[in-house]
C-alpha cells in the first residue's frame, strides 16, 4: 500500500462520517416538512383553542347552575359567527 492512499481504518471512518451527514442532512429536511404542514394544518389552532377554553368555562357554569336555570342554547347562538372557520387543505 502507497503512503498516499488512506488505511482501510480511515477509509471506514469516512465511509461512515458521509454516512452520518447525509442522515443527519435528509433528517433536517424532513423535520423542516413536518414543521411546514404542521404550520398548515394547525394554522387556525389558537383561535380555536381561545373559542373552546370559553365555550367550556361557559358550558362548565350553565352545568353548576339549578336545572330550571339552566339555558344550553345561549352558548350556541352566542357561539355563531364567532366560531373559528375552519380551513379546508386540497391537495
Not at 18 to 28: F, I, K, Q, S
Not at 31 to 45: A, P
Request: aromatic residues 8%; contains cysteine; negative net charge.
Amino acid at each position: 500500500m502507497s503512503s498516499d492512499q488512506p488505511a482501510s481504518g480511515e477509509v471506514t471512518c469516512g465511509m461512515i462520517i458521509r454516512e452520518l451527514v447525509e442522515t443527519e442532512c435528509r433528517y433536517v429536511q424532513r423535520l423542516e416538512i413536518l414543521q411546514e404542514t404542521t404550520r398548515l394544518l394547525f394554522s387556525n389552532l389558537p383561535p380555536g383553542l381561545i373559542f373552546q377554553r370559553k365555550f367550556l368555562v361557559g358550558l362548565q357554569g350553565t352545568a353548576e347552575l339549578p336545572w330550571q336555570e339552566q339555558r344550553w342554547g345561549r352558548h350556541f347562538i352566542r357561539a355563531v359567527g364567532v366560531i373559528p372557520s375552519v380551513g379546508l387543505c386540497i391537495d
